[in-house]
């Protein structure tokens, strides 16, 4: 049996390829061309070369193989050129639904976010059975995630055999690029971070993460959606903890949401000027006004999904930036003491 990942070279999506080849499976990877592929080293995967917008390239991707993992995605809260997104997350998400479906592919996996329900309601925590719709997703990359949620979901109730997953955070070892969620983690590790936003979110292991893709193949439901989750914390509560894991101090300045929105509309302005991409971009403020909390249960009852502390993932995650070069060597020094005390 051979299975295909696609975003094997991202975070979450190595993660999953990893498992995959440790636990004896037949692991092949889509790459582009340019792709930075430090994230498969350490592990057998045959390197196909392809691209989700080439739907020539996902045919002869998915010849012979019987599960895929579609993890790839675009996760940029800026882009100078919004199609960019869409044509990745939408419809590269359309092309290889449509290829798995030629090849007669006998489960495929699919990675959405849970951005897709975490959306404010008045009772109760959001979980898979929270309906919610477009005009409620904030930014583009969650626009085009809800688009591609729904490409696969319909593609479920036309036979193809989905499984919908949907991540909360992940954080860990192994964020290259690093995500959104990383930057923050490298911002406060290097002293960038003055204040923080009174904001939160669910946050998971990413190893754990990865394994639960594994059981959504296993025993998910066709048609059926996923919340791979942990805690719900707060910032504040993760920058505490950080704090605690490198022995810097955590900032104390709860930043009003009116004064980082201007800062955003300002910093947005400069970057458009200079060419560069902003450093607070407007969509993760405007995505902080919402505590994106959730009830991820349902992953333990149908999947038997269960996740690890968060506090080792995020030392896990610490040292891991660290010994890639991520802290400014005053700043890794510090943490390394931290660590040793």
């Known amino acids: 049996m051979k299975t295909l990942v696609t975003g094997a070279t991202g975070f979450l999506g190595s993660h999953v390829a990893r498992q995959l080849a440790q636990r004896g499976e037949r692991v092949r990877v889509l790459v582009r061309a340019s792709s930075d592929t430090r994230a498969l080293e350490g592990f057998e995967a045959e390197r196909f070369t392809g691209d989700l917008r080439d739907a020539a390239s996902l045919d002869r991707a998915v010849a012979g193989v019987t599960i895929v993992f579609h993890v790839a995605a675009d996760y940029r809260l800026w882009a100078r050129d919004t199609r960019e997104i869409y044509e990745s997350n939408v419809t590269g998400t359309r092309n290889l639904l449509e290829a798995a479906r030629r090849a007669g592919v006998e489960r495929f996996v699919y990675t959405s976010t849970v951005a897709t329900i975490a959306v404010p309601r008045k009772s109760g925590l959001p979980d898979e059975a929270t309906q919610s719709f477009l005009a409620e997703m904030i930014g583009h990359y969650k626009r085009s995630k809800f688009e591609a949620e729904q490409s696969a979901m319909r593609a479920a109730g036309t036979g193809l055999p989905v499984v919908i997953v949907n991540p909360t955070t992940p954080v860990g070892p192994g964020d290259w690029k690093p995500t ?44 059926e959606r996923y919340i791979l989750g942990g805690r719900n914390l707060t910032l504040k509560e993760v920058l505490d903890m950080l704090a605690g894991i490198s022995g810097r101090r955590a900032p104390q300045w709860k930043v009003p949401h009116a004064l980082a929105y201007a800062a955003g509309c300002v910093d947005t302005a400069v970057s458009r000027l200079l060419g560069r991409e902003p450093q ?62």
């Open 180 to 223: 959104p969620t990383g930057k923050i983690i490298v911002d406060f590790l290097n002293g960038r971070m003055p204040g923080y936003v009174d904001t939160g979110l669910n946050f998971v292991p990413v190893e754990d993460c990865a394994s639960g893709h594994l059981l959504a193949a296993e025993r998910g439901r066709v048609g």
């Open 280 to 341: 607070i971009p407007l969509e993760g403020v405007r995505m902080a006004r919402h505590k994106m909390f959730v009830d991820a249960s349902k992953a333990g009852r149908e999947l038997g999904f269960t996740h690890g502390p968060i506090e080792a993932a995020l030392e896990r995650a610490v040292g891991w930036y660290e010994a890639n070069g991520y802290i400014a060597a005053r700043r890794a020094q510090a943490v390394a003491r931290a660590h040793a005390a």
